[in-house]
RNA sequence: GCCCACAUAGCUCAGCAGGUAGAGCACGUCCUUGGUAAGGACGAGGUCAUCGGUUCAAGUCCGAUUGUGGGCUCCA
C-alpha cells in the first residue's frame, strides 16, 4: 500500500494511504478532550467525516465547535439521531429531508396520523437513549442504481425521488448515506463522528410542511427542533425563545391597549385603541415631517381606482386574485393594493420640464391586499395597512443621486430607533414585465449607488418586483431577529405603460425614471417591530403617555390637575392618576403601562410647587421645581432629527 | 389556501368519566389618606365563538362555519 503526504498545521506528515482523517489529526497531537477536540476535517477544502480514510495527499485542518459550520453539522447530526429515534418508535414512517436551518434543524415525515405532543416527549426520550448509546455515524457509497433498488426495498419513496432527481439534475455516479444504528438515510454529510455529541437538543414543535415546498404535493409532518454543544447555550437560546413570546407585540398590544383584532370585525383588520392610534399619528407625523426637510411632497390618492388601469399597470395580471373589486354604475373599480397609479397621475397632471425633477411624492397610503387566511399575524401580515410610500421621478442624469437619499433616508430613519441592518438586491423574477434593456439598466443603478456608497449586500437573485429590482433593508432588532422593512424599486416600466414624459434640455420629450420606495414598510408592521424591540417601553417622544401624575393622597389632587394642565399646554402627553389607591400601587401600574416618566406628588410637592420625578424603571431623579421637569420633558420627548 | 392544535367572565386560565359554570387579576360599592412595583371587606360579571347533529340530558361527544396559534405555500 502506498503513503500519502498530509500536511496538518504546516508539518507534513507520512502515513499510509487509508488512513482516517481523525487518526491522520491524531498524529499532530491534536486535542482529543475539550472544546478544540474535533468534530470532523476538512481535507483539501472539502469538509469531511473523521472516519474518513485519505486517499491522496493533501492539507488536512480540524474543524472544531468554534468553526462557522460546525453548529450546522452537529444540528443536522441531531436531526438525524430524531429520524433514528422517530422512525424506531413509528416504523411506518417515511422519511424526507432533515437539515439544519438558522436556529436548529428539522426533519419531514411523512405519517398517516399527526404527531401529537406525548410523541415528542417519547421521541425526545428515544433520542436521549440514542446519544448514551454513542452510535457512530457509518458513512457508505452506493451507486445511484444500488441505492434507488435499496430505498424502494424499504418503502422510502421520497429517497427513491431524491436519489433520481440527483441522477437526473446533477448526473452523479456516486450517492453516499450514512447508517446510525438501524437507521441509514441518504445524505451528503459530513458529521458528528457519534451521537453521544448531539445530548444538548430540544424538540421545539410539529407542522405541516409540503413536500419539496410544493403546494401542489404532500402535507408532511415536519418536526423542528433545535441543538447546541452544550447545555448552557441551549438554555440561552430558550431563554430567548422566552424573552420574545414576553415581547410578542400581539400580547404587549393587549397590555398596554395599543391595539385589537377581532373575529366580529374580520381577520387582518387592525382596530387602533387611543393609545395605539396615538402612537401611530405621532410616528406618522415624525415621518411627514422628515420627508417634508427633504424635498418630498405630501400626496394624496383615491381608495379605489378603474380597474383598466390595474389592467394597464399590470397588476391583473400578477396580482388580481390578491385585490378585491367592485362595481360603480356599470363600471369595475379596484381597491389598492398600492399607490403609485394615483402618483403617476399627479405625475401626468402638467407638463413636465427637466427643470421640474425630480419630483418625489409621498403618500401614508392606505391599501387593501387579500391576503389568504392562513398567513394572518398580529399586525405583521394585515388585509389593510398603510405604506409609507413614495415615488420619485427622475432623469437618467439624477437617479444615482436619488438613490443615494433614499439610502441615507433609510439611514437615518432607521437609526432613529437603534436598528442595524442588512441589503439585499432583488433581481428580476420570472414573472415579469419589461424589456431586457430596462431591467440591466435598472439594476445596474441600484447595484451602482451600493457600491458607490461601499454599502456590503447579498444578491437575491430573481425575487425583484414583477416592474423592476429592488434593494430590500433588513433589519435586526434587540433579539438580532431580521425583519424586511425598507425597500428601493427601479422602474422603468410603468412610466412607459403610463407614458409618462418630461420635457429635456434639448426640447424633446422623454421618459423619466421611476423610483418606488418605502422606509417602514408597512406602518402596522413597523410598530409590531418596535413593540417587540423595546419590550413595549417605546421611547419618550414616540410613548403615547410621556408623563404620569401620582398623587400620594387626595390632598394633592387640585395640584395634580395643575401640572397635568401645565404639561399638555406644552404638548406633552400627561396623564393624572387621582384614584384612591396607595403609592406603591399606582407606581407599579405606571411601570407596567410603560410610561417613561412619573411624577409623584405628595404634601410636600404641593407646599412647594415641585414634583418629584421617577424614570421607567426605577431610576429616581428627586424633587425639583415644576419648570425644570417641564424644560427637561420637552427636551427629553423631541423627535430625533439630522443634519443633512 | 394547506397540515395540526385551540376557542369558557374585560384579561389569564381551571372545569380532563356528558347531569343546568369556577379562580386570580381587572371592574363596582364601602372601609382605608397610605411616600416609590399589588391595603382590606363585600358585590356584580358568562346563551361556555357560531350553526347543526347524537343523547332523557352537551361547555364536555360528532360535523360544519368563523377566528386564533404553530408551521408550509404566498407577500407588488
Not at 395 to 412: N, R, S
Amino acid at each position: 500500500m502506498a503513503n500519502i503526504q498530509v500536511t496538518i498545521k504546516d508539518a507534513v506528515y507520512e502515513a499510509a494511504e487509508g488512513l482516517t482523517a481523525g487518526e491522520a489529526l491524531k498524529l499532530a497531537k491534536v486535542p482529543t478532550k475539550g472544546p478544540q477536540r474535533p468534530l470532523a476535517a476538512r481535507f483539501n477544502d472539502e469538509l469531511v467525516d473523521l472516519s474518513r480514510p485519505l486517499a491522496e495527499d493533501g492539507v488536512l485542518e480540524p474543524v472544531d465547535q468554534s468553526a462557522p459550520e460546525a453548529l450546522d453539522l452537529l444540528r443536522h447530526s441531531v436531526a438525524h439521531i430524531m429520524a433514528e429515534a422517530v422512525k424506531s418508535i413509528f416504523p411506518e414512517v417515511k422519511v424526507t429531508i432533515g437539515p439544519a436551518i438558522e436556529n436548529g434543524f428539522y426533519y419531514d415525515f411523512d405519517k398517516p396520523e399527526p404527531f401529537t405532543p406525548d410523541d415528542l416527549g417519547r421521541i425526545e426520550d428515544r433520542m436521549r437513549a440514542i446519544v448514551k448509546a454513542a452510535q457512530v455515524f457509518e458513512r457508505s457509497e452506493m451507486t445511484p442504481l444500488k441505492a434507488v433498488e435499496f430505498f424502494k426495498k424499504q418503502g422510502e419513496d421520497y429517497k427513491v425521488e431524491l436519489v433520481e432527481d440527483l441522477v437526473r439534475e446533477q448526473q452523479v455516479k456516486k450517492v453516499s448515506l450514512y447508517r446510525l444504528g438501524d437507521f441509514v438515510d441518504l445524505c451528503r454529510g459530513p458529521h458528528v463522528p457519534d451521537s453521544s455529541w448531539g445530548g444538548s437538543f430540544k424538540l421545539l414543535s410539529v407542522a405541516g410542511a409540503y413536500w419539496r415546498g410544493d403546494e401542489h404535493r404532500p402535507m408532511l409532518q415536519r418536526i423542528y427542533g433545535t441543538a447546541f454543544f452544550g447545555g448552557k447555550d441551549l438554555e440561552a437560546h430558550l431563554r430567548l425563545l422566552e424573552e420574545a413570546k414576553r415581547r410578542d407585540h400581539r400580547r404587549l398590544g393587549k397590555d398596554l391597549d395599543l391595539f385589537s383584532v377581532t373575529d366580529e370585525v374580520g381577520g387582518g383588520l387592525i382596530i387602533w385603541h387611543p393609545k395605539g392610534a396615538l402612537l401611530r399619528v405621532t410616528l406618522e407625523e415624525f415621518e411627514r415631517q422628515e420627508h417634508l426637510r427633504r424635498g418630498y411632497d405630501i400626496v394624496m390618492g383615491p381608495q379605489i381606482l378603474r380597474t383598466e388601469l390595474w389592467k394597464r399597470s399590470g397588476h391583473w395580471d400578477n396580482y388580481r386574485d390578491n385585490m378585491y373589486f367592485t362595481e360603480i354604475d356599470g363600471q369595475g373599480y379596484g381597491i389598492k393594493p398600492m399607490n403609485c397609479l394615483a402618483h403617476m397621475f399627479i405625475y401626468r397632471s402638467q407638463l413636465r420640464s427637466f427643470r421640474d425633477l425630480p419630483l418625489r411624492y409621498f403618500e401614508l397610503g392606505t391599501v387593501q391586499r387579500h391576503e389568504k387566511s392562513g398567513v394572518l399575524h398580529g399586525l405583521t401580515r394585515v388585509r389593510q395597512f398603510t405604506q409609507d410610500d413614495a415615488h420619485l421621478f427622475c432623469t437618467p442624469e439624477t437617479l444615482d443621486q436619488e438613490i443615494k437619499g433614499i439610502l441615507k433616508l433609510v439611514d437615518d430613519l432607521l437609526g432613529a430607533f437603534g436598528f442595524e441592518y442588512e441589503i439585499e438586491l432583488s433581481t428580476r423574477p420570472a414573472k415579469s414585465i419589461g424589456s431586457d434593456e430596462a431591467w440591466e439598466l435598472a439594476t445596474g443603478a441600484l447595484q451602482k449607488a451600493l457600491s458607490d456608497q461601499k454599502r456590503p449586500y447579498e444578491v437575491n437573485a430573481g425575487d425583484g418586483a414583477f416592474y423592476g429590482p429592488k434593494i430590500d433593508v433588513k433589519l435586526k432588532d434587540a433579539l438580532g431577529r431580521r425583519w424586511q422593512c425598507s425597500t428601493i424599486q427601479c422602474d422603468f416600466t410603468l412610466p412607459e405603460r403610463f407614458d409618462l414624459t418630461y420635457v429635456d434640455h434639448d426640447g424633446q420629450k422623454k421618459r423619466p425614471i421611476m423610483l418606488h420606495r418605502t422606509v417602514f414598510g408597512s406602518i402596522e408592521r413597523f410598530i409590531g417591530i418596535l413593540t417587540e424591540h423595546y419590550a413595549g417601553a417605546f421611547p419618550a417622544w414616540l410613548n403615547p403617555e410621556q408623563v404620569r401624575i401620582l398623587t400620594v393622597t387626595s390632598r394633592a389632587d387640585e395640584f395634580a390637575r395643575t401640572v397635568r394642565t401645565r404639561l399638555r399646554r406644552e404638548g406633552l402627553r400627561a396623564e393624572a392618576d387621582l384614584r384612591n389607591e396607595k403609592l406603591g400601587y399606582k407606581i407599579r401600574e405606571a411601570q407596567m403601562q410603560k410610561v417613561p416618566y412619573v411624577l409623584v406628588l405628595g404634601d410636600k410637592e404641593v407646599e412647594d410647587g415641585a414634583v418629584a420625578v421617577r424614570k421607567l424603571g426605577g431610576q429616581d431623579l428627586g424633587v425639583m421645581p415644576l419648570d425644570s421637569f417641564l424644560a427637561l420633558a420637552i427636551f427629553e420627548t423631541k423627535p430625533p432629527r439630522w443634519d443633512f
